[in-house]
């Protein structure tokens, strides 16, 4: 049985993905998922800038778009923008963008 991913969720024109944000981190990376205590799941990102003036939403977009080879304009924080929990909007082919989203999870033993 495939597991359906938690930490994101596929639309018709893209994907909406579930991230926790630290902001300033001694570095920016994506730290791969996570479950919460109540049993949700979210990207785990670090981003050097401060959550002010919506540095640390850029930096994450930045880092996004890097990690998943798109251009910053496809990436856009849905919610969340002044929380650490946030729904980002990544725009593009659904199927395309879950391959790239997926091999961010842990591996499965």
Do not use: C, W
Request: avoid cysteine; glycine fraction near 6%.
């Amino acid at each position: 049985m495939t597991r359906k991913p938690a930490h994101f969720r596929t639309e018709r024109n893209g994907v909406t993905l579930f991230v926790r944000l630290t902001p300033k981190s001694a570095r920016d990376a994506i730290e791969g998922v996570e479950e919460t205590d109540d049993g949700r799941f979210h990207l785990k990102a670090r981003v050097r800038a401060v959550p002010e003036d919506g540095k640390a939403n850029a930096a994450l977009v930045n880092l996004l778009a890097k990690r998943l080879g798109l251009a910053a304009r496809d990436i856009t924080i849905a919610t969340g923008a002044t929380s650490r929990l946030k729904q980002v909007r990544i725009s593009g082919d659904p199927d395309e963008l879950a391959l790239k989203l997926a091999v961010l999870e842990p591996p499965k033993y």
